[in-house]
C-alpha cells in the first residue's frame, strides 16, 4: 500500500497531498500520519507556510473512512496529535496554512479545510456537512461555522446537511477564491510564496492574537497584547525583524525577514 501522506518542499514552504483512492477518506492511520506532518511543518522553523490539497480531480476529502469504521476503526479513536486530519486541535501553530480544495469536500472533509487559514477552491468543488443523516454530528464546523459565516446560514448547512458548490461557499465566506480547476495549484502556490515573503514573527503573532481573542472581551484581548502576555508578541516586540521593518521603511527598500 502507497503511503496516504505526500509532501514536496519548496523553499519554505510544504506542501501536503492526501492520497488515499478512491475518495481521500481519512482513517485513523492516515489521520496519524498528518498530524506527525503537521506537526513538524510547525517545529520546522525552516518552514513557513504549508498548503493541504488532495490528488485526484474528483475528491478534496469526504471525511472519515466509514469503511475503515464498519471494520473497526473507532470513530472516537486516537487521531493523533492535532487531532483529526493532524490540524483541527494542533496546538500552537503559528504559521499560515492554505487549503486548496480539488473536489468533493464534505463531512470531516470540509472540517480539514476550514482548520486553514485560507481556502482556494476548484470551480467544480462541491460542500456539505451530512453528518446529521449518517446520525451523528459535525461537531468541528458546528463550533466553527456560526462564529464564521451568518447564523442562520450555518445552521441551514448543518441541520439539512446539504450539498452547496463553489459559488455559495464563496457568497459566505468560507471559501476566499474559486478558480479553475487546471490553474488550482498553481494559485495555491502563488499564493504561498506570497505569504513566504512576508514577516514570520508577524503571522505567528496574528494567529496567536485571533485565537487568544476569540472568546475575550475587546479590552482584555488588547491588554494582553499590549503588556506583552502573548509570547509571539513578546518575541515579536523584541526581534531584529522589527528593526529590519522599519529601517527597510525608512531606507525605501524592500524588508529582509530572518524570522529572527
Same mark, same amino acid.
Given at each position: 500500500?502507497? /503511503?496516504?501522506?505526500?509532501? =514536496?518542499? %519548496? +523553499? $519554505?514552504?510544504?506542501?501536503?497531498?492526501? !492520497?488515499?483512492? #478512491? *475518495?481521500? $477518506?481519512? /482513517? &485513523? #492511520?492516515? @489521520?496519524? &500520519?498528518? +498530524? %506527525?506532518?503537521? =506537526? !513538524?511543518?510547525r517545529d520546522d522553523e525552516s518552514l513557513r507556510v504549508a498548503i493541504i490539497t488532495a490528488a485526484g480531480e474528483k475528491f478534496f476529502c469526504p471525511g472519515w473512512d466509514l469503511k475503515a469504521a464498519a471494520d473497526g476503526d473507532a470513530v472516537d479513536g486516537d487521531y493523533g496529535v492535532g487531532g483529526f486530519g493532524g490540524l483541527q486541535?494542533?496546538? +500552537? &501553530?503559528?504559521?499560515?496554512?492554505?487549503a486548496a480544495v480539488n473536489g468533493i469536500c464534505c463531512g470531516g472533509g470540509l472540517e480539514l479545510a476550514l482548520s486553514a487559514d485560507m481556502i482556494l477552491a476548484a470551480e467544480h468543488a462541491t460542500f456539505a456537512l451530512p453528518e446529521i =443523516? @449518517? +446520525?451523528?454530528? *459535525? /461537531? $468541528? $464546523?458546528?463550533? #466553527?461555522?456560526? #462564529? =464564521?459565516?451568518?447564523?442562520h446560514v450555518a445552521m441551514d448547512l448543518l441541520l439539512t446537511g446539504r450539498w452547496f458548490d463553489a459559488e455559495e461557499a464563496h457568497r459566505w465566506g468560507i471559501v476566499n477564491r474559486i478558480v479553475p480547476a487546471g490553474d488550482l495549484m498553481a494559485q495555491a502556490w502563488d499564493l504561498a510564496r506570497l505569504l513566504e515573503s512576508g514577516p514570520p514573527l508577524v503571522y505567528a503573532a496574528i494567529k496567536e492574537i485571533v485565537r487568544d481573542a476569540e472568546d475575550s472581551k475587546f479590552q482584555d484581548a488588547m491588554n494582553r497584547i499590549t503588556k506583552r502576555q502573548l509570547a509571539t508578541v513578546d518575541r515579536l516586540y523584541s526581534s531584529e525583524d522589527q528593526l529590519e521593518g522599519a529601517r527597510a521603511f525608512a531606507e525605501k527598500r524592500d524588508p529582509v525577514w530572518k524570522g529572527k
Amino acid at each position: 500500500m502507497t /503511503d496516504p501522506i505526500k509532501t =514536496r518542499r %519548496e +523553499g $519554505a514552504i510544504l506542501e501536503v497531498t492526501l !492520497d488515499r483512492p #478512491k *475518495a481521500n $477518506a481519512i /482513517d &485513523l #492511520k492516515t @489521520s496519524r &500520519l498528518m +498530524g %506527525e506532518v503537521f =506537526r !513538524d511543518f510547525r517545529d520546522d522553523e525552516s518552514l513557513r507556510v504549508a498548503i493541504i490539497t488532495a490528488a485526484g480531480e474528483k475528491f478534496f476529502c469526504p471525511g472519515w473512512d466509514l469503511k475503515a469504521a464498519a471494520d473497526g476503526d473507532a470513530v472516537d479513536g486516537d487521531y493523533g496529535v492535532g487531532g483529526f486530519g493532524g490540524l483541527q486541535e494542533l496546538r +500552537g &501553530l503559528n504559521k499560515p496554512v492554505i487549503a486548496a480544495v480539488n473536489g468533493i469536500c464534505c463531512g470531516g472533509g470540509l472540517e480539514l479545510a476550514l482548520s486553514a487559514d485560507m481556502i482556494l477552491a476548484a470551480e467544480h468543488a462541491t460542500f456539505a456537512l451530512p453528518e446529521i =443523516r @449518517s +446520525g451523528t454530528v *459535525a /461537531d $468541528a $464546523a458546528s463550533i #466553527k461555522l456560526p #462564529k =464564521r459565516i451568518p447564523y442562520h446560514v450555518a445552521m441551514d448547512l448543518l441541520l439539512t446537511g446539504r450539498w452547496f458548490d463553489a459559488e455559495e461557499a464563496h457568497r459566505w465566506g468560507i471559501v476566499n477564491r474559486i478558480v479553475p480547476a487546471g490553474d488550482l495549484m498553481a494559485q495555491a502556490w502563488d499564493l504561498a510564496r506570497l505569504l513566504e515573503s512576508g514577516p514570520p514573527l508577524v503571522y505567528a503573532a496574528i494567529k496567536e492574537i485571533v485565537r487568544d481573542a476569540e472568546d475575550s472581551k475587546f479590552q482584555d484581548a488588547m491588554n494582553r497584547i499590549t503588556k506583552r502576555q502573548l509570547a509571539t508578541v513578546d518575541r515579536l516586540y523584541s526581534s531584529e525583524d522589527q528593526l529590519e521593518g522599519a529601517r527597510a521603511f525608512a531606507e525605501k527598500r524592500d524588508p529582509v525577514w530572518k524570522g529572527k
